[in-house]
């Protein structure tokens, strides 16, 4: 019986613990936030959401690049879009999406060969936000200043972002072709864009 009126207390001490937690008016997780004046806030918590892909060197205007400087870019999506991805293949609202950049370097420790990821030089957001950004297809892009974490502005439409990632993005303008867990998906669930598939075609 001492044993029961233990359980009994803790499950209520629990559930008074959760009700404080929602009555503190905890924000809700993962989604994007704004200043008043539309600048977003910067994403915290972001290097525990679910990791995608590291990118290499890549560049999508220069082949050649400067050879003596290295870039390593990490892709994160915030939880709650990667499991709505992973049932549906298709990105919900309030998703979250974020690239960043750091400097790849060989000189430290033990390392004799190859690179390992050193410094941020950029972070930039891709953010599914369907009431606030309907003239630009529900999505927009923000760009965090070098390392910082002051709030972003909003990167124009005209910048070049929209116009690359609407005409090769495999899925609703983003890069699901270099998301390796995430492109079987998509294939399955047939939510490959037109111009991807287009593209894809013209490569084979
Ligand atoms: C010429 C094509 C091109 C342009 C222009 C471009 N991107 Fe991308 N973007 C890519 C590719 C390719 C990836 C996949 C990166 C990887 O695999 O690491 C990507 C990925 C991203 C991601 C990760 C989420 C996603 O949508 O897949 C963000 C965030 C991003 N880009 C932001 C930007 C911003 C901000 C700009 C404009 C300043 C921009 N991009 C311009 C090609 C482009």
């Known amino acids: 019986m001492r044993r029961a009126s233990t359980l009994i207390g803790s499950a209520a001490a629990v559930m008074v613990a959760a009700f404080v937690a929602s009555a503190a008016g905890a924000p809700a997780p993962q989604g994007p936030s704004y200043t008043a004046d539309g600048r977003m806030v910067f994403p915290k918590a972001y290097r525990s959401w679910v990791y995608l892909s590291t990118g290499m060197d890549m560049s999508y ?48 420790s033990i390392n004799k060969r190859g690179r390992f990821q050193a410094d941020v030089v950029a972070r930039e957001v891709h953010v599914k936000d369907q009431a606030r950004f309907k003239a630009t297809g529900g999505w927009a892009f923000f760009g965090f200043e070098g390392a910082g974490e002051a709030p972003a502005r909003m990167i124009p439409a005209d910048a070049g972002c929209i116009a690359c990632h609407e005409g090769h993005a495999a899925v609703d ?14 294939r399955e669930k047939q939510t490959l864009s037109a111009a991807y598939l287009k593209e894809e075609s013209a490569v084979k």
Not at 173 to 186: E, S
């Open 173 to 186: 303008t983003t890069f699901v072709q270099f998301y390796p867990t995430l492109l079987p998906l998509a």
């Open 61 to 108: 205007v220069d082949r050649a690049g400067d050879p003596d400087m290295h870039v390593l870019d990490n892709v994160f999506v915030n939880p709650a879009a990667y499991e709505a991805f992973r049932r549906t293949g298709r990105w919900p609202d309030k998703t979250v999406m974020i690239l960043e950049a750091r400097r790849a370097i060989q000189n430290g």
